[in-house]
């Protein structure tokens, strides 16, 4: 062995260390992820492409592993709304994470076939428990959209047990309904679905034209009626006292 091939030993040692050194510099802060408050998450294994079944609540610098990362979910109420306009609705910016979902108002039918376009809104949160089946089935981005299409079948499901003119008188009972509604619709496992609903507000039934004139009708004529009614007791009154005056 010539003095050349001693001297090749510790240059590759040396070699090697720095190596080791660059790595773990490079590789130790990348394997923790941060989460701030209000977020839970799910850890995706980039070898894998699989998510670990522990759902990650606590906020803080969590060690997640070289080249893996946390798939942020909201953790704290979020709006949904379906409405015609903007109104009600917060203009501050938000996260991505946390921006509310905003729809069209939904088009539904009554009970007795009147169509009709019903404006609510509700906030949902969701549980950690259900999180893992969430992911699995339906992934990172597309949740939402799903969670739109479940809202508005229970919404129209509800619609179609009251008739048109109960949407004046029974408000009170079908708000209730569709909180029933939606909360079964939300509460399906198989699905991956498990969360919580709170502060429905049934906001605005846009009925046809032509119910509307006939619910003015039907609630104009009878108060007139009562007011005609009551101006002919008041005169026949009035006749009388003064019969009684000229009488004295």
């Known amino acids: 062995m010539g003095l050349e091939d001693i001297r090749i030993f510790p240059v590759c040692g040396l070699f090697l260390c720095l190596s080791l050194v660059v790595f773990t510099l490079v590789s130790v802060p990348s394997s923790f992820k941060s989460m701030e408050q209000g977020r839970y998450s799910v850890t995706l294994e980039w070898m894998t492409q699989n998510i670990r079944d522990e759902v990650v609540i606590e906020p803080g610098l969590k060690f997640v592993g070289l080249g893996n990362y946390l798939i942020e979910f909201p953790g704290t109420f979020q709006a949904m709304y379906f409405i015609s306009d903007g109104r009600g609705v917060s203009p501050a910016p938000v996260p991505e994470l946390f921006k509310p979902v905003v729809r069209g108002a939904i088009r539904a039918r009554s009970a007795d076939g009147l169509e009709m376009q019903i404006s609510v809104s509700f906030q949902w949160r969701l549980r950690p428990n ?119």
């Open 130 to 248: 259900a999180l893992v089946d969430l992911y699995n089935i339906l992934g990172e981005t597309l949740y939402k959209d799903e969670f739109v299409r479940f809202a508005k079948a229970a919404v129209i499901e509800s619609c179609s047990k009251f008739t048109a003119d109960q949407y004046f008188t029974q408000r009170q009972a079908i708000t209730t309904n569709m909180m029933q509604a939606l909360q079964a619709n939300f509460d399906k496992p198989e699905l991956g679905l498990s969360m919580e609903i709170a502060g429905l507000q049934l906001r605005e039934v846009d009925l046809p034209d032509d119910f509307d004139d006939e619910i003015f009708v039907n609630d104009t004529v009878p108060f007139q009626r009562t007011l005609f009614e009551t101006m002919e007791i008041r005169a026949l009154d009035d006749h009388a006292v003064s019969k009684m005056t000229v009488t004295l």
